[in-house]
């Protein structure tokens, strides 16, 4: 097969992106062994688009652990925000574990 004309094909690598778009993710796990333990997650993550185009997000995460050999992780993951700012509190003792993580973010429209 031979293809003679391609008129209609454009060069992507000239092409300027005008619209943007961004992802995120947030999760947070918890375990605990023995008699008297307890697990807790919770996670909330909520993106708000103003008609400027500006986007803003709030995320926080939180795992606690309580008992034997106790483990907490929030994690999280940000793609095509401008600016980002993350705050993450730990601690640990003996018998517990507790990570918290609070995340802002905003996207501002490509000009």
Request: proline share 2%; charged share 25%; hydrophobic share 35%.
């Amino acid at each position: 097969m031979q293809i003679n004309d391609l008129y209609y094909l454009e060069n992507t690598q000239e092409n300027e992106l005008i619209l943007g778009g961004v992802s995120a993710l947030i999760g947070a796990s918890a375990s605990a062994y023995g008699d008297s333990t307890l697990a807790m997650t919770d996670t909330d993550l909520e993106l708000r688009t103003k008609k400027n185009g500006v986007s803003r997000l709030k995320g926080t995460g939180a795992a606690l652990a309580i008992g034997e050999d106790p483990t907490a992780d929030v994690y999280y993951a940000l793609e095509g925000f401008d600016k980002v700012k993350v705050k993450t509190i730990y601690r640990e003792g003996k018998n517990y574990d507790l990570e918290i993580v609070n995340i802002k973010a905003i996207d501002r429209p490509n000009k």
